[in-house]
């Protein structure tokens, strides 16, 4: 079982800069393969990223492809999403999500725990 609890969400202007973070609980966080989702009003969840569980591979959806990056720290089971010149379309609520195993995934149903979610606006 594990927990996930996302922060670092907040309101930015179009060309700024955030970072989220997901803290997981339980022990096992460092064999579990971890993404980042998000999901704007009346659209369906999308895949954003994702991090084998030793952070070697990574998979990223085109559209952030070299503004975003995802980073974890399993000493602190925690996993991040550094996400530079942000656009106004990168509106949403965004979720992290895990899975065991250590291959990266981009369909949400590969996901078995998910958090709450952290809101990015990004204004023109």
């Known amino acids: 079982q594990v927990q996930l609890v996302e922060s670092g969400g907040g309101l930015v202007q179009a060309g700024g800069s955030l970072r989220l973070s997901c803290a997981a609980s339980g022990r096992t966080f460092s064999s579990y393969t971890m993404g980042w989702f998000r999901q704007a009003p009346g659209k369906e969840r999308e895949f954003v990223a994702s991090l084998s569980w030793n952070g070697v591979t990574t998979s990223y959806v085109d559209s952030v492809k070299g503004r975003f990056t995802i980073s974890r720290d399993n000493a602190k089971n925690t996993m991040y999403l550094r996400m530079n010149s942000l656009k106004p379309e990168d509106t949403a609520v965004y979720y992290c999500?895990?899975?065991?195993?250590?291959?990266?995934?981009?369909?949400?149903?590969?996901?078995?725990?998910w958090g709450q979610g952290t809101q990015v606006t990004v204004s023109s």
């Open positions: 999500a895990a899975r065991p195993g250590e291959g990266v995934a981009s369909r949400t149903y590969a996901y078995d725990y």
